[in-house]
């Protein structure tokens, strides 16, 4: 496994090389890549993109690892509260993440490529929707019963689907659409899904799918 570099020289080329990468993984996509194409692009040699990283796969880990924690934070409220303004709340968080989602759309857009060809991605994506779902549900459901976080857990699995999916479509694949789609316009019309879903019309708390035929364990 490369060693990461101590010397300025060292992380200013690695740092060189993990952009040019992006510009690969972003016009090659990530079945596609190849560490030659790397080297031709970083006009550096191909010993050079193996000093710092092991194969394409390390290459990738290292470009997605801080973009994994960043859009974890960026879409964690900071300005409102869900106990108090609940909508607000939910906007703040929906523009963060898909602010952050729309800033690196070419590796997310990668990122879903490799997951669906390699287990360590697929892991990845993976613990990104788990982390972002169980922070929801863990604000909303301290005080509730097992059933109401059973079917909360599930409709926020449906709400953080439609969020990944619409970012997808209208920033990874930006270039397929008719018009472009603002991140604030994005953020205005899924933070409505999701209120709609959890809370009612004066901003208290409801519990999604309170009905027979919504209960898997009523099946």
């Avoid at 953080?160 to 603002?182: K, T």
Wanted: glycine share 4%.
């Amino acid at each position: 496994m490369p060693a990461m570099p101590t010397t300025p020289k060292g992380q200013r080329t690695r740092a060189h090389l993990l952009l040019a990468a992006r510009r690969v993984f972003a016009r090659d996509g990530f079945v596609n890549m190849r560490m030659s194409d790397v080297a031709k692009e970083a006009n550096a040699s191909l010993g050079a993109v193996y000093r710092y990283f092991k194969d394409k796969e390390d290459l990738f880990e290292n470009l997605i690892g801080d973009i994994h924690e960043e859009l974890y934070e960026a879409s964690h409220p900071r300005e409102h509260r869900f106990a108090t303004d609940p909508y607000a709340a939910l906007l703040e968080a929906n523009r963060g993440y898909l602010g952050h989602y729309h800033q690196h759309r070419d590796v997310m857009r990668a990122l879903i490529e490799a997951a669906a060809v390699d287990s360590r991605f697929r892991d990845v994506w993976w613990r990104m929707r788990v982390r972002h779902r169980e922070r929801f549900v863990n604000s909303l459901t301290r005080d509730g019963s097992p059933h109401d976080l059973m079917l909360t857990r599930l409709a926020a699995e449906a709400m953080a689907c439609m969020v990944e999916q619409a970012a997808y479509v209208w920033f990874a694949h930006d270039s397929l659409q008719d018009v472009v789609v603002p991140v604030d316009t994005a953020a205005v019309i899924l933070t409505d899904g999701w209120y709609r879903l959890f809370f009612n019309d004066d901003g208290s708390r409801r519990v999604p799918g309170a009905h027979p035929l919504a209960d898997p364990q009523a099946h």
